[in-house]
């Protein structure tokens, strides 16, 4: 069994002592930034109260581990939205890569430099940016329903920011929208170091440029799809916050809460601090579960893994 | 010895000079002070006069951080705070020891501060940890808008031109208003860009939103919570969530009925403030919840004509709240200031509250400088004319003066009296309220024949056919209230998701029994979310509070 590590040659003690040198800063961003935070657990052994020192804080044990996973008002809608969310986003998570692949196939150089342009732009565009033009678009008397009323598609205005079951595809659809095009970077890089040669023996057996895309493209990124993949599953129930914060309202609270928003609205709107930071290390536990999960299966089927 | 002396001249002379020269650049100290509000430091017009003032008065600069919640909050948790800092709610303060207690230095520095006796026992009663010092100061203590200021911001709201086109229609009802937002809408202009009219649209993600229009009219103020609303004519407490009769309900019946009149606007849910305001001066609304965000229809229609009539305003029905005439003996409870723990210069800090507290500042405030903007005219406090001229104009100019920009934080409220036996505010005289008028405002005072809009309220309640905010001592009760149990926090928290989530299918129901039913359906949920356990706390604790003030009255 091999991993997807970089095959790195053996060096001399010294080399490696620089090497390890070399990374000695990041490491240390590593520890004070993603370890030291975790002293921040602790709270959730408390009645913590701002501006009361942990010390004099009550402990209470695991009780607001035990509240959330007997609640039974919120856990099971806000973990039926995160899973939803989840697997959607599996589904469409092969998207970037075919998108590349499309890419890679124009010939036109402006024409694919300009898609490529105006796709990776969306994603420099803030949430709140994107709400208040989905707004202008989408409100009842927005630009989307003058077409549509214009054009006799629809009697009467819709408003689908206001519409509960539409969440879950039109929140993708954003998703895909927003970052499609800087997704597909790191496959537009995968193929750039697909060996040239295949295509031309491809070529010159006399398959078609499907035929190449279907038996050398694909294959070719499917470690990069894979490594991708795993590290998405361990972000499982990470599906984000920003943009389901703008998009919350009365009308799509119940559907478009995620366990992110969930905690932020226990934690900060609440002032629950303590039941808000055990959900968070509840959501961690999982999350890290389900990255040794996927990490043995792709062992075991595929015989790579990233640890 | 010649040489000596006069070496010694020099040296003394060279001394003097540094040293009035050092005294003279030095520096002044700063005093930061941390809250929610919106100081407008950012403006061209800042600092204002009051704030120059203020600032000489305790011989410091003064630093306004804004936070918003979250930040606040964490500022808290880290005890890295400014001097001075205002939050809503007392526990956290008392509970994490937070702040300093005043009273070592109120003799000294804080003579003003001792003169509001009452406010400070009630304070050394219920917000000090129970140890009985003074920990908080509080704005705006004192009598509040006691003839109903110039225009309501809650009232059946009406456009004014079209609503006269109809014949100005009493209103005495949700039903009858519905009637005239109809007959409005049938004969409103269509917006240039073609946009529909709509009677009203709400900035509906925010319970405020739903909630504020018949909690004013109907006489209730909001608690900690929307769960419970507080009858604002004897202060009890009722449930808003439970109760059918509560304003909530009858929120709740109003939107489905303009819902299903067509009336309401279908992106409630979905808009921001902003979006409701941006609407209004479009002239897509014909009516409010709240005149707040309607102001843009006048300020759009006034730049094409100066006389126009097209703007929002209050016309008030039969037995209709009025928000005006408290007499909060605490001030505002949600606005309490402290001297942080982390503070420098306390004695500094008690002196700014101190100045807060002033005969001085809060004339300047409420009024402005003597000399400047009013002088006494046969011993009476008066406005000058140029003064009057300058609210009237507005703009920068009047902003620059700062005169009411502080509500949020001076010690007295416009109508405490000051030495000189007058308001602080010397706004509250008829004629010069009329004086003051815009347009639409004096056709509606002369249409009615009173001297400014909110006098038909205010002679409503003289006559006994509508009520105000006189008997209401929400503010103090408020104060005193104990903690709530986390539990009950949770409750009430639920229960305000639930209910937020309910609004969109009662609101907008297809009739009468799927309105019957949504209602049925989440009184429901309330109580299996713990509705009856949270209400046994506030109706022992609340009334018990209000039990303890009446006494201590």
Same mark, same amino acid.
């Given at each position: 069994?091999?991993? !997807?590590?970089?095959?790195?040659?053996?060096?001399?003690?010294?080399?490696?002592?620089?090497?390890?040198?070399?990374?000695?800063?990041?490491?240390?961003?590593?520890?004070?930034? /993603?370890? !030291?935070?975790?002293?921040?657990?602790?709270?959730?052994?408390?009645?913590? &109260?701002?501006?009361?020192?942990?010390?004099?804080?009550?402990?209470?044990?695991?009780?607001?581990?035990?509240?959330?996973?007997?609640?039974?008002?919120?856990?099971?809608?806000?973990?039926?939205?995160?899973?939803?969310?989840?697997?959607?986003?599996?589904? =469409?998570?092969?998207?970037?890569?075919?998108?590349?692949?499309?890419?890679?196939?124009?010939?036109?150089?402006?024409?694919?430099?300009? =898609?490529?342009?105006?796709?990776?732009?969306?994603?420099?565009?803030?949430?709140?940016?994107?709400?208040?033009?989905?707004?202008?678009?989408?409100?009842?008397?927005? =630009?989307?329903?003058?077409?549509?009323?214009?054009?006799?598609?629809?009697?009467?205005?819709?408003?689908?920011?206001?519409?509960?079951?539409?969440?879950?595809?039109?929140?993708?659809?954003?998703?895909?929208?927003?970052?499609?095009?800087?997704? /597909?970077?790191?496959?537009?890089?995968?193929?750039?170091?697909?060996?040239?040669?295949?295509?031309?023996?491809?070529?010159?057996?006399?398959?078609?440029?499907?035929?190449?895309?279907?038996?050398?493209?694909?294959?070719?990124?499917?470690?990069?799809?894979?490594?991708?993949?795993?590290?998405?599953?361990?972000?499982?129930?990470?599906?984000?916050?920003?943009?389901?914060?703008?998009?919350?309202?009365?009308?799509?609270?119940?559907?478009?809460? =995620?366990?992110?928003?969930? !905690?932020? &609205?226990?934690?900060?709107?609440?002032?629950?601090? /303590?039941?808000?930071?055990?959900?968070?290390?509840?959501?961690?536990?999982?999350?890290?579960?389900?990255?040794?999960?996927?990490?043995?299966?792709?062992?075991? !089927?595929?015989?790579?893994?990233?640890? | 010895?010649?040489?000596?002396?006069?070496?010694?001249?020099?040296?003394?002379?060279?001394?003097?000079?540094?040293?009035?020269?050092?005294?003279?650049?030095?520096?002044?100290?700063?005093?930061?002070?941390?809250?929610?509000?919106?100081?407008?430091?950012?403006?061209?017009?800042?600092?204002?006069?009051?704030?120059?003032?203020?600032?000489?008065?305790?011989?410091?600069?003064?630093?306004?951080?804004?936070?918003?919640?979250?930040?606040?909050?964490?500022?808290?948790?880290?005890?890295?705070?400014?001097?001075?800092?205002?939050?809503?709610?007392?526990?956290?303060?008392?509970?994490?020891?937070?702040?300093?207690?005043?009273?070592?230095?109120?003799?000294?520095?804080?003579?003003?501060?001792?003169?509001?006796?009452?406010?400070?026992?009630?304070?050394?009663?219920?917000?000090?940890?129970?140890?009985?010092?003074?920990?908080?100061?509080?704005?705006?203590?004192?009598?509040?808008?006691?003839?109903?200021?110039?225009?309501?911001?809650?009232?059946?709201?009406?456009?004014?031109?079209?609503?006269?086109?109809?014949?100005?229609?009493?209103?005495?009802?949700?039903?009858?208003?519905?009637?005239?937002?109809?007959?409005?809408?049938?004969?409103?202009?269509?917006?240039?860009?073609?946009?529909?009219?709509?009677?009203?649209?709400?900035?509906?993600?925010?319970?405020?939103?739903?909630?504020?229009?018949?909690?004013?009219?109907?006489?209730?103020?909001?608690?900690?919570?929307?769960?419970?609303?507080?009858?604002?004519?004897?202060?009890?407490?009722?449930?808003?969530?439970?109760?059918?009769?509560?304003?909530?309900?009858?929120?709740?019946?109003?939107?489905?009925?303009?819902?299903?009149?067509?009336?309401?606007?279908?992106?409630?849910?979905?808009?921001?403030?902003?979006?409701?305001?941006?609407?209004?001066?479009?002239?897509?609304?014909?009516?409010?919840?709240?005149?707040?965000?309607?102001?843009?229809?006048?300020?759009?229609?006034?730049?094409?004509?100066?006389?126009?009539?097209?703007?929002?305003?209050?016309?008030?029905?039969?037995?209709?709240?009025?928000?005006?005439?408290?007499?909060?003996?605490?001030?505002?409870?949600?606005?309490?200031?402290?001297?942080?723990?982390?503070?420098?210069?306390?004695?500094?800090?008690?002196?700014?509250?101190?100045?807060?507290?002033?005969?001085?500042?809060?004339?300047?405030?409420?009024?402005?400088?003597?000399?400047?903007?009013?002088?006494?005219?046969?011993?009476?406090?008066?406005?000058?004319?140029?003064?009057?001229?300058?609210?009237?104009?507005?703009?920068?100019?009047?902003?620059?003066?700062?005169?009411?920009?502080?509500?949020?934080?001076?010690?007295?409220?416009?109508?405490?009296?000051?030495?000189?036996?007058?308001?602080?505010?010397?706004?509250?005289?008829?004629?010069?309220?009329?004086?003051?008028?815009?347009?639409?405002?004096?056709?509606?005072?002369?249409?009615?024949?009173?001297?400014?809009?909110?006098?038909?309220?205010?002679?409503?309640?003289?006559?006994?056919?509508?009520?105000?905010?006189?008997?209401?001592?929400?503010?103090?009760?408020?104060?005193?209230?104990?903690?709530?149990?986390?539990?009950?926090?949770?409750?009430?928290?639920?229960?305000?998701?639930?209910?937020?989530?309910?609004?969109?299918?009662?609101?907008?129901?297809?009739?009468?029994?799927?309105?019957?039913?949504?209602?049925?359906?989440?009184?429901?949920?309330?109580?299996?979310?713990?509705?009856?356990?949270?209400?046994?706390?506030?109706?022992?604790?609340?009334?018990?509070?209000?039990?303890?003030?009446?006494?201590?009255?």
């Amino acid at each position: 069994m091999s991993s !997807v590590t970089p095959n790195i040659q053996i060096k001399p003690r010294k080399k490696q002592y620089q090497l390890l040198l070399m990374a000695a800063p990041f490491l240390l961003l590593v520890l004070l930034f /993603s370890y !030291v935070p975790l002293f921040g657990w602790s709270f959730s052994l408390f009645n913590y &109260r701002p501006g009361i020192s942990l010390l004099e804080s009550k402990f209470v044990g695991f009780k607001y581990f035990q509240m959330f996973l007997t609640d039974k008002y919120d856990m099971y809608r806000v973990m039926k939205n995160t899973v939803i969310f989840a697997l959607i986003g599996y589904l =469409v998570s092969p998207l970037p890569m075919i998108f590349a692949i499309m890419l890679n196939e124009v010939k036109h150089a402006k024409y694919k430099k300009a =898609v490529q342009t105006i796709s990776t732009m969306p994603n420099f565009v803030s949430w709140v940016i994107v709400y208040s033009l989905m707004f202008t678009i989408f409100s009842t008397d927005g =630009v989307f329903n003058d077409i549509m009323m214009n054009l006799g598609l629809i009697s009467s205005p819709t408003n689908v920011l206001a519409d509960k079951d539409a969440v879950y595809w039109f929140q993708t659809l954003l998703g895909q929208w927003k970052n499609l095009g800087w997704s /597909s970077i790191i496959y537009l890089a995968a193929i750039a170091g697909i060996d040239q040669e295949m295509y031309e023996a491809a070529s010159i057996d006399g398959a078609t440029r499907f035929q190449s895309i279907l038996h050398i493209t694909i294959p070719s990124l499917m470690p990069t799809f894979i490594v991708l993949l795993l590290l998405s599953i361990g972000n499982f129930v990470n599906v984000g916050f920003d943009q389901y914060f703008v998009f919350k309202n009365n009308v799509t609270a119940a559907n478009i809460e =995620v366990l992110d928003l969930y !905690v932020y &609205r226990i934690g900060l709107m609440n002032s629950d601090y /303590s039941y808000g930071v055990a959900i968070g290390i509840m959501k961690s536990f999982v999350s890290i579960a389900l990255l040794f999960i996927a990490n043995t299966l792709s062992k075991k !089927v595929r015989g790579t893994s990233i640890v | 010895m010649r040489k000596f002396l006069s070496l010694l001249a020099v040296v003394a002379m060279l001394v003097a000079m540094l040293t009035g020269v050092v005294a003279e650049t030095k520096e002044r100290e700063t005093l930061t002070y941390g809250s929610l509000l919106n100081m407008n430091t950012d403006k061209p017009f800042y600092p204002t006069k009051f704030i120059k003032h203020l600032e000489d008065m305790i011989d410091a600069n003064i630093e306004f951080i804004q936070y918003d919640n979250d930040t606040l909050k964490l500022t808290l948790a880290s005890g890295d705070m400014p001097d001075l800092m205002m939050v809503n709610t007392a526990s956290t303060i008392i509970d994490g020891r937070l702040a300093v207690a005043m009273d070592d230095y109120l003799e000294e520095y804080g003579p003003n501060i001792l003169k509001f006796e009452k406010r400070n026992a009630i304070m050394r009663e219920f917000v000090s940890g129970g140890d009985g010092k003074l920990y908080f100061h509080t704005p705006s203590t004192g009598p509040e808008e006691m003839t109903g200021g110039v225009t309501s911001w809650n009232g059946y709201l009406v456009r004014w031109d079209l609503y006269k086109q109809l014949g100005a229609p009493a209103i005495n009802s949700d039903d009858e208003y519905i009637e005239v937002l109809k007959k409005m809408v049938e004969i409103a202009p269509k917006p240039a860009n073609g946009a529909p009219v709509y009677g009203m649209g709400l900035h509906g993600s925010q319970q405020w939103a739903w909630n504020i229009r018949a909690m004013a009219n109907e006489g209730y103020s909001n608690s900690t919570c929307w769960a419970y609303a507080i009858n604002t004519t004897n202060t009890e407490v009722i449930q808003n969530y439970m109760d059918l009769s509560s304003p909530f309900w009858s929120n709740m019946r109003f939107y489905y009925k303009l819902n299903q009149a067509g009336l309401l606007d279908p992106d409630s849910y979905t808009m921001t403030g902003d979006q409701v305001g941006e609407k209004a001066a479009n002239g897509q609304y014909v009516g409010s919840y709240c005149s707040w965000y309607t102001g843009g229809l006048y300020d759009a229609a006034r730049k094409e004509d100066p006389n126009t009539l097209a703007g929002i305003i209050a016309v008030y029905g039969d037995g209709m709240s009025g928000w005006y005439g408290s007499n909060h003996t605490v001030g505002w409870s949600d606005k309490l200031t402290f001297i942080t723990k982390s503070c420098k210069n306390v004695p500094l800090a008690v002196k700014f509250l101190n100045a807060l507290d002033s005969d001085e500042l809060n004339r300047i405030h409420y009024s402005g400088v003597q000399g400047e903007e009013w002088d006494y005219v046969d011993g009476v406090p008066t406005l000058f004319p140029e003064t009057v001229a300058l609210r009237q104009t507005g703009g920068e100019a009047w902003q620059h003066t700062g005169i009411n920009s502080f509500n949020n934080t001076i010690g007295a409220s416009a109508y405490s009296t000051a030495e000189d036996g007058s308001f602080y505010s010397l706004w509250d005289d008829p004629d010069l309220k009329y004086s003051g008028l815009n347009p639409l405002e004096k056709d509606y005072a002369d249409f009615y024949g009173v001297k400014y809009p909110a006098q038909v309220h205010y002679n409503m309640v003289q006559e006994g056919k509508a009520i105000n905010q006189a008997g209401n001592q929400t503010q103090a009760v408020q104060l005193g209230l104990s903690v709530r149990p986390d539990n009950i926090i949770r409750i009430d928290s639920r229960m305000e998701e639930i209910v937020n989530r309910a609004i969109p299918t009662l609101v907008s129901a297809a009739d009468q029994d799927a309105f019957d039913a949504a209602q049925a359906s989440l009184l429901e949920e309330l109580k299996a979310a713990g509705a009856e356990e949270s209400w046994a706390w506030w109706n022992e604790n609340w009334n018990g509070t209000l039990a303890k003030i009446n006494s201590l009255e």
